[in-house]
């Protein structure tokens, strides 16, 4: 029973050729690219932007979100090599476990539930503070009460405590019932969202360039100091480390590219698909990321993103520095409560195909292996992930599992950059449709980028990593290990 036994190739490949006998093939190159963009364009944008600006960066986020692009590049092409090359469920849980043995696989798959369950629990919260914002400034009725739409460790202005965040809750769920119905059916859901929400940003971008006031990008990038939020926790304000805390927190806004690859085994051609999937949608992102925070920042100033700019930031600048506009502000909080929708859809997906995956090896209950009968869909890990994002979105802050969702995939980027190295070593006869350029050399740079943004998210969330690392050798050791399929074959 080695904890670094490797999963033979040739089996993960003839789980890909089988796999008509499990998940249904339905995704195509645009349902991929869609798929995306869906996962791209939500809570990192239209939240971590305003937030890396008040606490990290100032206007010179644009140069943190140029930062985390050139990192996600890195790992983009690495991706793109390994889904096209082993198309089956998992992504970079797969992937370690053919490279570099089951335990490190473990690590990885644990992980992978800090990105995508932690990471549709942060889009559940801001899905939450938007749709305050709509209820009181679109259709003018009361909000929800504070208690019953913020985790118990919130306390607002007025000294009101939180219980429990009920509308990101209700979200998770439905989105995981509607997962459990069919991915072509989510798929085609997410495809008339995604269109929406670019419209939408791209009219951000269009309008608000003639609103940009020249003061608030000056000087671009601020002078090195210290900034203490209302949590009490201190960030490095200006200057280099400013920028590289910037693009680790906006990092998340990039979150959902890689989980593209966790549909492999869904799609209908991987091999070419994947990639112009992965890098399509990418490319598409960038190029509007950093147009809407060049708009952003400089239609208020960073003390506005401290404080009134806080909840519903973009809606609430446009409101105030685009006077006429006010019909963009409340279409904003419309399109991005769909937009959310359609980050946690592929968070939730990705999530539940990684689950699939360590299900059928055995790491975790066999059970999330299971498909339904009818929707050939894994509703077992689709239920199990419902509650688990669920209990986050209900009762943890949407900043503190922010960062641990950019931490965490920040940590799997590196692994699947190592992955691309050590496959071409062990199996440099392996059909790749799909070659990452420059090896070594793209990988290695790949894994630099990540670590220079994981050093720029402060020690705090270095700890939470570790701790959460922690608490999964201990289930690994006492149950994965034993259970395992690789390493158990006569159970």
């Known amino acids: 029973m080695s904890i670094w036994k490797r999963k033979p190739l040739s089996q993960l490949l003839n789980e890909a050729s089988e796999s008509e006998k499990g998940l249904k093939r339905t995704l195509t190159a645009w349902s991929l690219v869609a798929l995306g963009i869906g996962a791209i364009i939500g809570a990192g944008l239209f939240v971590r932007t305003a937030t890396a600006a008040a606490q990290n960066a100032g206007p010179s986020v644009t140069i943190g979100f140029i930062v ?5 590049a890195l790992a983009g092409l690495c991706y793109a090599e390994l889904s096209s090359s082993i198309p089956i469920s998992g992504s970079a849980y797969t992937y370690t476990y053919a490279t570099m043995g089951e335990l490190l696989a473990w690590i990885i798959g644990w992980d992978l539930i800090l990105e995508y369950a932690v990471g549709a629990a942060t889009v559940g919260i801001a899905w939450s503070e938007y749709l305050n914002n709509l209820l009181v400034n679109v259709l003018h009725m009361k909000p929800i009460p504070y208690a019953l739409s913020h985790s118990p460790f919130q306390v607002s202005e007025l000294g009101e405590h939180g219980i429990i965040n009920l509308p990101a809750l209700f979200i998770v769920a439905a989105i995981s019932l509607l997962l459990i119905r069919g991915t072509q059916e989510s798929a085609f859901v997410n495809g008339i969202i995604v269109v929406t929400k670019v419209a939408i940003v791209v009219m951000i971008i269009v309008f608000g360039w003639n609103y940009i006031n020249p003061t608030n990008h000056t000087p671009y990038i601020p002078a090195d100091s210290n900034y203490v939020d209302d949590q009490g926790i201190s960030h490095h304000f200006g200057g280099i480390m400013g920028i590289l805390g910037a693009a680790g927190t906006v990092f998340f806004a990039f979150i959902g590219f890689d989980a593209v690859s966790t549909a ?4 209908k051609n991987p091999k070419r698909d994947m990639p112009i ?9 960038t190029v509007l990321y950093i147009l809407f925070a060049h708009v952003l920042t400089g239609l208020e100033s960073v003390e506005f993103f401290r404080t009134s700019g806080k909840e519903a930031s973009v809606a609430t600048a446009i409101t105030s520095a685009m006077p006429g506009f006010e019909w963009l502000g409340q279409f904003v909080t419309i399109a991005i409560l769909a937009g959310f929708s359609s980050v946690i ?22 059970a999330f292996g299971d498909l339904h009968p009818k929707y050939q869909t894994p509703f077992k890990a689709n239920l199990a992930i419902m509650v688990i994002v669920g209990l986050f979105a209900a009762f943890i802050p949407g900043d503190i599992v922010g960062d641990m969702t950019s931490i965490g995939t920040l940590f799997a980027f590196i692994l699947v950059c190592i992955s691309v190295i050590v496959l071409r070593k062990t199996a440099p006869d392996l059909k790749r449709e799909f070659k990452t350029p420059f090896v070594p050399l793209v990988p290695i740079l790949g894994v630099l980028v990540c670590l220079a943004m994981i050093y720029g998210l402060g020690w705090t969330n270095w700890l939470r990593l570790l701790v959460w690392l922690a608490l999964g050798l201990v289930i690994y050791f006492f149950y994965g290990k034993k259970k395992s399929k690789l390493n158990n074959p006569e159970e």
């Open 68 to 72: 985390a692009a050139i990192g996600c």
């Open 345 to 366: 859809l592929v968070m939730l997906l990705g999530q539940s195909r990684v689950f699939y995956a360590m299900g059928k090896d055995g790491l975790l209950p066999k």
């Open 277 to 285: 999937g992965i890098l399509g949608s990418l490319a598409i992102c």
């Open 264 to 267: 492999a085994q869904e799609t």
